[in-house]
């Protein structure tokens, strides 16, 4: 069954520490993105990667940092640098550039 | 600079009915418009798309309309059901840059009421 899949669906963290979000695929996307989604705001991107070993920055990258090293997973790690971290996080990819095909979401939450 | 802007909040409409919603952008540049509905807690699913060589795509009881002078653009659904009540996303790009980066809106609830 081809998708794309987000663990956990639910993480809790301590201020200080450093936390990594999983998104993998077997859609065969070259394209994968990361977002993130705030009560009653769209949402934003954090990072894309159009191919393995590649990544841009998008509107929002500061406190994140990723890696693409196969081409089925694009890891998102949420640092301590990052002053509001709470959130709905949501993994999405793309075989072009037009549609982009989201997963479940994971939401993160920030003791 | 909110490029993509949804400015209905909510919107609640009966069963069987049209619901309408808006979304309007600043940048002339957009190329390439997608509708997305999203449940609580779970990603979004997209519903349909048009190029700005079009005015008007239809998919089943979806429909987008797409006024290129006014930067406008619309998802109408018909019948309305109440299975239909979810968060709606516009989202434009520049088709074929950044590889389909997507600006999004702020989202529309919409409610259908049996």
């Known amino acids: 069954d081809g998708g794309i899949t987000q663990s956990p669906k639910y993480l809790f963290r301590k201020e200080g520490q450093n936390v990594t979000l999983s998104c993998e695929q077997n859609?065969?996307?070259?394209?994968m993105y990361w977002y993130r989604q705030d009560p009653g705001q769209g949402l934003r991107l954090i990072y894309y990667s159009q191919i393995v070993n590649d990544f841009q920055k998008g509107d929002i990258a500061e406190g994140y940092s990723v890696s693409r090293e196969k081409k089925e997973s694009f890891p998102l790690t949420v640092t301590s640098a990052q002053k509001n971290p709470t959130a709905f996080y949501l993994c999405?990819?793309?075989?072009?550039?037009?549609?982009?095909?989201f997963g479940p979401g994971t939401r993160l939450t920030v003791l | 600079d909110q490029q993509v802007k949804q400015n209905s909040p909510s919107l609640s409409v009966q069963e069987g009915r049209i619901s309408i919603l808006n979304c309007d952008y600043t940048?002339?540049?957009?190329?390439?418009f997608l509708w997305y509905k999203k449940y609580p807690a779970e990603g979004p699913t997209f519903l349909i798309s048009?190029?700005?060589?079009?005015d008007k795509n239809e998919d089943g009881r979806f429909t987008v309309f797409l006024n290129k002078s006014a930067k406008h653009l619309s998802l109408h659904i018909v019948p309305s059901q109440p299975g239909d009540s979810a968060v709606y996303f516009c989202?434009?790009?520049?088709?074929?840059?950044?590889?389909?980066?997507?600006?999004f809106g702020q989202g529309t609830i919409l409610t259908v009421h049996p």
């Open positions: 048009i190029s700005s060589i079009k």
């Open positions: 999405a990819s793309s075989a072009s550039v037009d549609t982009q095909y």
């Open positions: 940048n002339s540049m957009f190329d390439y």
């Open positions: 859609l065969n996307h070259d394209a």
């Open positions: 989202a434009a790009s520049v088709y074929g840059t950044s590889y389909g980066k997507l600006t």
